[in-house]
């Protein structure tokens, strides 16, 4: 039991398939890339990387989604911001939020 653990499931027990040797790193929990991954710009943005693209805090982001100033696209409980919409904002000569 020293070598092998198993990753548990809320306290009902071991999860099948879902073992991972001691001296292994455990996976990551999603995947990421650089943005330079990709030639072109992307289509989607989270709050975070929108807040980081427009120099803003992730609050005034909230901000602007909730007075309708930025629109969003939501997939499941993700709530994403599309490219158009921050360049758009970003044309804006006076932001009300």
């Known amino acids: 039991m020293a070598t ?5 499931h809320h306290g009902c027990g071991p999860v099948s398939g879902l ?5 292994m790193k455990k996976p990551p929990l999603r995947e990421t890339r650089p943005d330079t991954a ?3 710009p992307r289509i989607l943005y989270t709050r975070q990387e929108a ?3 427009l120099s803003v805090s ?3 982001i909230d901000r602007l989604i909730s007075t309708k100033a ?5 997939i499941g409980r993700s709530v994403l911001i599309p490219h158009v919409e921050l360049m758009k ?4 000569d006076v932001v009300n939020v």
């Open 19 to 23: 073992r991972f040797n001691a001296g």
């Open 4 to 8: 092998n653990l198993q990753y548990m």
């Open 58 to 60: 992730v609050r005034t």
């Open 51 to 53: 807040a980081r693209l």
């Open 89 to 92: 904002l970003s044309r804006r």
């Open 70 to 74: 930025l629109a969003i696209r939501r």
């Open 38 to 40: 990709l030639d072109g």
